[in-house]
Protein backbone atom coordinates (compact mmCIF):
# COMPACT_ATOMS: atom_id res chain seq x y z
CA UNK A 1 0.00 0.00 0.00
CA UNK A 2 1.47 3.08 -0.71
CA UNK A 3 0.98 5.77 1.47
CA UNK A 4 0.93 9.61 1.06
CA UNK A 5 1.62 12.32 3.53
CA UNK A 6 -0.99 15.29 3.59
CA UNK A 7 0.86 18.69 4.99
CA UNK A 8 -0.56 19.77 7.78
CA UNK A 9 -1.98 22.64 6.88
CA UNK A 10 -3.69 21.38 3.91
CA UNK A 11 -5.72 18.52 5.93
CA UNK A 12 -6.82 21.59 8.59
CA UNK A 13 -8.00 22.72 5.33
CA UNK A 14 -9.46 20.20 4.22
CA UNK A 15 -11.36 19.49 7.86
CA UNK A 16 -12.35 23.08 7.88
CA UNK A 17 -14.18 23.02 4.66
CA UNK A 18 -15.78 19.83 5.46
CA UNK A 19 -17.28 21.02 8.72
CA UNK A 20 -18.30 24.19 7.10
CA UNK A 21 -20.54 21.96 4.64
CA UNK A 22 -21.35 19.77 7.34
CA UNK A 23 -22.90 22.48 9.25
CA UNK A 24 -24.91 24.13 6.75
CA UNK A 25 -26.12 20.36 5.24
CA UNK A 26 -27.09 19.51 8.90
CA UNK A 27 -29.31 22.91 8.81
CA UNK A 28 -30.49 22.43 5.72
CA UNK A 29 -31.59 18.82 6.87
CA UNK A 30 -32.56 20.27 10.67
CA UNK A 31 -35.50 22.64 8.72
CA UNK A 32 -37.95 19.87 8.53
CA UNK A 33 -41.61 20.15 7.23
CA UNK A 34 -44.26 21.55 9.96
CA UNK A 35 -47.51 20.84 8.09
CA UNK A 36 -48.76 19.10 5.43
CA UNK A 37 -47.22 18.89 1.86
CA UNK A 38 -47.84 19.55 -1.46
CA UNK A 39 -46.20 17.71 -4.81
CA UNK A 40 -45.21 20.46 -7.25
CA UNK A 41 -43.41 20.80 -10.67
CA UNK A 42 -40.93 23.72 -11.17
CA UNK A 43 -40.97 24.93 -14.78
CA UNK A 44 -37.84 27.62 -14.17
CA UNK A 45 -36.42 29.67 -11.72
CA UNK A 46 -36.85 32.97 -11.77
CA UNK A 47 -34.03 33.90 -9.41
CA UNK A 48 -32.38 32.73 -6.06
CA UNK A 49 -35.61 32.61 -3.95
CA UNK A 50 -38.86 32.75 -6.62
CA UNK A 51 -39.53 30.07 -9.16
CA UNK A 52 -42.41 29.20 -11.15
CA UNK A 53 -44.41 25.89 -11.01
CA UNK A 54 -46.15 24.17 -14.00
CA UNK A 55 -49.20 24.95 -12.80
CA UNK A 56 -48.74 28.64 -12.98
CA UNK A 57 -48.46 29.92 -9.27
CA UNK A 58 -44.98 32.02 -8.64
CA UNK A 59 -43.51 31.14 -5.36
CA UNK A 60 -41.34 33.40 -3.04
CA UNK A 61 -39.65 31.27 -0.82
CA UNK A 62 -39.83 31.98 3.08
CA UNK A 63 -37.08 32.83 5.42
CA UNK A 64 -34.32 34.10 2.62
CA UNK A 65 -33.94 37.24 0.46
CA UNK A 66 -31.62 36.33 -2.29
CA UNK A 67 -29.27 39.33 -4.26
CA UNK A 68 -31.11 40.38 -6.90
CA UNK A 69 -31.03 40.53 -10.44
CA UNK A 70 -30.83 44.15 -12.59
CA UNK A 71 -34.00 45.81 -12.64
CA UNK A 72 -36.00 49.09 -12.80
CA UNK A 73 -32.36 50.86 -13.87
CA UNK A 74 -30.19 49.17 -11.06
CA UNK A 75 -27.71 46.87 -11.66
CA UNK A 76 -27.10 42.73 -10.76
CA UNK A 77 -26.09 42.55 -7.23
CA UNK A 78 -23.31 40.96 -6.44
CA UNK A 79 -23.79 36.58 -5.75
CA UNK A 80 -27.77 37.38 -7.36
CA UNK A 81 -26.44 34.99 -10.73
CA UNK A 82 -24.88 32.39 -8.32
CA UNK A 83 -28.28 32.30 -6.24
CA UNK A 84 -30.32 31.94 -9.34
CA UNK A 85 -27.62 28.85 -10.85
CA UNK A 86 -27.62 27.42 -7.53
CA UNK A 87 -31.17 27.01 -6.79
CA UNK A 88 -31.36 25.89 -10.34
CA UNK A 89 -28.92 23.50 -9.55
CA UNK A 90 -30.76 22.36 -6.76
CA UNK A 91 -34.19 21.87 -8.69
CA UNK A 92 -32.80 19.77 -11.21
CA UNK A 93 -31.19 17.39 -8.45
CA UNK A 94 -34.71 16.58 -7.88
CA UNK A 95 -35.64 16.32 -11.45
CA UNK A 96 -37.70 19.52 -10.71
CA UNK A 97 -40.21 17.14 -8.20
CA UNK A 98 -40.62 19.35 -5.27
CA UNK A 99 -42.24 19.22 -1.72
CA UNK A 100 -44.13 22.79 -1.18
CA UNK A 101 -45.37 23.66 2.29
CA UNK A 102 -47.16 26.86 2.11
CA UNK A 103 -47.39 29.59 4.96
CA UNK A 104 -49.09 30.47 7.48
CA UNK A 105 -49.63 33.67 5.15
CA UNK A 106 -50.02 31.88 2.21
CA UNK A 107 -49.53 34.66 -1.09
CA UNK A 108 -47.83 38.30 -0.46
CA UNK A 109 -48.86 41.44 -1.81
CA UNK A 110 -47.55 40.83 -5.45
CA UNK A 111 -50.20 37.80 -5.26
CA UNK A 112 -47.11 34.96 -5.26
CA UNK A 113 -47.38 31.79 -3.11
CA UNK A 114 -45.35 32.15 -0.20
CA UNK A 115 -44.15 28.64 0.97
CA UNK A 116 -41.12 26.24 1.74
CA UNK A 117 -39.62 24.22 -0.76
CA UNK A 118 -37.76 20.65 0.16
CA UNK A 119 -35.90 18.54 -2.37
CA UNK A 120 -36.40 14.40 -2.84
CA UNK A 121 -34.03 14.45 0.12
CA UNK A 122 -36.24 16.04 2.60
CA UNK A 123 -33.59 19.12 3.12
CA UNK A 124 -35.29 22.67 3.11
CA UNK A 125 -33.93 24.59 0.08
CA UNK A 126 -33.55 27.89 1.44
CA UNK A 127 -31.70 26.64 4.28
CA UNK A 128 -29.46 25.23 1.72
CA UNK A 129 -29.26 28.85 0.21
CA UNK A 130 -28.49 30.20 3.06
CA UNK A 131 -26.11 27.53 4.08
CA UNK A 132 -23.56 28.67 1.32
CA UNK A 133 -23.92 32.37 1.52
CA UNK A 134 -26.49 32.92 -1.64
CA UNK A 135 -29.04 35.32 0.58
CA UNK A 136 -30.10 36.84 4.04
CA UNK A 137 -32.36 35.27 6.39
CA UNK A 138 -35.50 37.31 6.70
CA UNK A 139 -38.57 36.46 9.22
CA UNK A 140 -42.22 37.88 8.79
CA UNK A 141 -45.05 36.38 10.40
CA UNK A 142 -47.21 34.70 10.97
CA UNK A 143 -44.52 32.94 8.44
CA UNK A 144 -41.63 32.24 10.93
CA UNK A 145 -41.68 28.09 12.13
CA UNK A 146 -38.58 27.48 10.03
CA UNK A 147 -36.57 30.58 10.96
CA UNK A 148 -34.49 29.30 13.49
CA UNK A 149 -33.01 26.41 11.62
CA UNK A 150 -32.70 28.87 8.48
CA UNK A 151 -31.11 31.57 10.87
CA UNK A 152 -27.97 28.57 11.99
CA UNK A 153 -27.35 28.03 8.21
CA UNK A 154 -26.81 31.42 7.81
CA UNK A 155 -24.38 31.87 11.16
CA UNK A 156 -22.81 29.04 9.34
CA UNK A 157 -22.18 30.32 6.18
CA UNK A 158 -21.20 33.97 7.75
CA UNK A 159 -18.67 32.22 9.94
CA UNK A 160 -16.76 31.00 6.85
CA UNK A 161 -17.17 33.90 5.24
CA UNK A 162 -19.14 32.01 2.17
CA UNK A 163 -21.44 34.12 -0.80
CA UNK A 164 -22.31 37.61 0.55
CA UNK A 165 -20.39 37.08 3.48
CA UNK A 166 -17.25 36.76 1.98
CA UNK A 167 -17.08 41.41 1.69
CA UNK A 168 -19.24 41.96 5.21
CA UNK A 169 -22.09 43.55 3.39
CA UNK A 170 -23.00 45.58 6.56
CA UNK A 171 -23.71 48.89 6.21
CA UNK A 172 -23.30 52.03 8.39
CA UNK A 173 -26.04 54.11 8.77
CA UNK A 174 -24.07 57.45 7.33
CA UNK A 175 -23.43 55.14 3.74
CA UNK A 176 -27.60 54.23 3.61
CA UNK A 177 -28.22 56.00 -0.04
CA UNK A 178 -31.24 54.08 -1.76
CA UNK A 179 -34.26 52.09 -0.61
CA UNK A 180 -34.56 48.44 -0.62
CA UNK A 181 -33.49 45.31 2.05
CA UNK A 182 -30.35 46.56 3.90
CA UNK A 183 -28.19 45.27 6.83
CA UNK A 184 -27.64 47.64 8.58
CA UNK A 185 -25.61 48.30 12.24
CA UNK A 186 -25.80 51.79 14.77
CA UNK A 187 -26.48 53.15 17.59
CA UNK A 188 -30.23 54.01 19.20
CA UNK A 189 -30.52 57.65 20.32
CA UNK A 190 -34.08 57.65 21.97
CA UNK A 191 -36.41 55.24 21.96
CA UNK A 192 -40.79 55.91 21.65
CA UNK A 193 -43.68 54.01 21.79
CA UNK A 194 -46.71 55.38 20.73
CA UNK A 195 -49.85 53.93 18.41
CA UNK A 196 -47.54 53.07 16.17
CA UNK A 197 -45.52 50.94 17.70
CA UNK A 198 -42.02 50.98 19.25
CA UNK A 199 -39.61 53.49 17.32
CA UNK A 200 -35.81 53.46 17.44
CA UNK A 201 -34.08 56.95 16.46
CA UNK A 202 -30.50 55.91 15.18
CA UNK A 203 -27.78 58.20 15.17
CA UNK A 204 -28.26 58.56 11.77
CA UNK A 205 -30.72 59.12 9.01
CA UNK A 206 -32.94 55.86 10.13
CA UNK A 207 -35.40 55.10 12.33
CA UNK A 208 -36.70 52.04 13.13
CA UNK A 209 -40.21 50.66 13.50
CA UNK A 210 -41.71 47.32 15.03
CA UNK A 211 -45.56 48.08 14.59
CA UNK A 212 -48.25 46.34 17.10
CA UNK A 213 -49.24 43.85 14.70
CA UNK A 214 -45.37 42.01 15.82
CA UNK A 215 -44.73 43.56 19.06
CA UNK A 216 -45.83 40.75 20.87
CA UNK A 217 -42.80 38.60 19.26
CA UNK A 218 -40.39 41.09 21.03
CA UNK A 219 -39.27 41.93 24.58
CA UNK A 220 -40.76 45.00 24.77
CA UNK A 221 -40.06 46.01 27.79
CA UNK A 222 -36.09 45.25 27.47
CA UNK A 223 -36.65 47.14 23.80
CA UNK A 224 -37.44 50.52 25.41
CA UNK A 225 -34.34 49.99 27.46
CA UNK A 226 -31.90 50.23 24.47
CA UNK A 227 -30.89 54.08 23.96
CA UNK A 228 -27.51 54.07 23.92
CA UNK A 229 -26.70 50.50 22.84
CA UNK A 230 -25.69 49.71 19.14
CA UNK A 231 -27.41 46.23 17.06
CA UNK A 232 -27.58 44.87 13.35
CA UNK A 233 -30.11 45.17 11.59
CA UNK A 234 -31.78 44.06 8.70
CA UNK A 235 -35.10 45.12 6.53
CA UNK A 236 -36.68 47.06 4.00
CA UNK A 237 -35.55 50.52 3.78
CA UNK A 238 -38.42 53.15 2.77
CA UNK A 239 -37.28 56.78 1.64
CA UNK A 240 -39.75 59.01 3.60
CA UNK A 241 -38.94 61.77 1.44
CA UNK A 242 -40.55 60.19 -1.33
CA UNK A 243 -44.12 60.88 0.57
CA UNK A 244 -43.36 64.75 1.06
CA UNK A 245 -40.74 66.60 2.54
CA UNK A 246 -39.09 65.24 5.79
CA UNK A 247 -39.83 67.79 8.56
CA UNK A 248 -36.54 68.73 9.87
CA UNK A 249 -34.84 66.66 12.39
CA UNK A 250 -36.72 63.93 11.29
CA UNK A 251 -34.71 60.82 9.62
CA UNK A 252 -35.35 60.03 5.87
CA UNK A 253 -35.08 56.79 6.00
CA UNK A 254 -37.17 54.27 7.43
CA UNK A 255 -37.03 50.21 8.00
CA UNK A 256 -39.71 48.32 9.53
CA UNK A 257 -38.29 45.40 12.25
CA UNK A 258 -40.61 42.22 11.47
CA UNK A 259 -39.10 39.98 13.86
CA UNK A 260 -37.09 39.63 16.59
CA UNK A 261 -34.60 37.79 14.34
CA UNK A 262 -33.82 40.34 12.07
CA UNK A 263 -32.15 42.24 14.54
CA UNK A 264 -29.03 41.85 16.58
CA UNK A 265 -28.03 43.60 20.33
CA UNK A 266 -24.14 44.18 19.75
CA UNK A 267 -21.60 44.38 23.02
Same mark, same amino acid.
Given at each position: ??? =?????? %?????????????????????? *?????? !??????????????????? *??? @?????????????????????????? @???? #?????????????? *? !?? *??????? #??? #???ASGANL??????????? #???????????????????? %????????????????????? !????????????? =?????????????????????????????????????? @????????? =?????????????? @????? =???????????
Amino acid at each position: MLL =VAVPRK %ASLVGAFFMSVVSAFAGAAEAC *RPTGAL !QNVEVARVVDGDTVRLRDG *RSV @RLIGINAPELAHNGRTTEPFAEAAKQ @RLQA #LVSASDGRLALQPG *R !QA *RDHYGRT #LAH #LFDASGANLEARLLGEGLGY #LVAVAPNTELTACQQAAERA %ARSANLGVWKRSPVLSLDRLA !QSGFAVVRGRVLE =VERNRGGIWLEMDGPLVLRIEPKVLKAFDAKRVMQMAG @RSLEVRGWV =VDRSRRGAVPAGKA @RWQMS =VTDPAMLEWLP
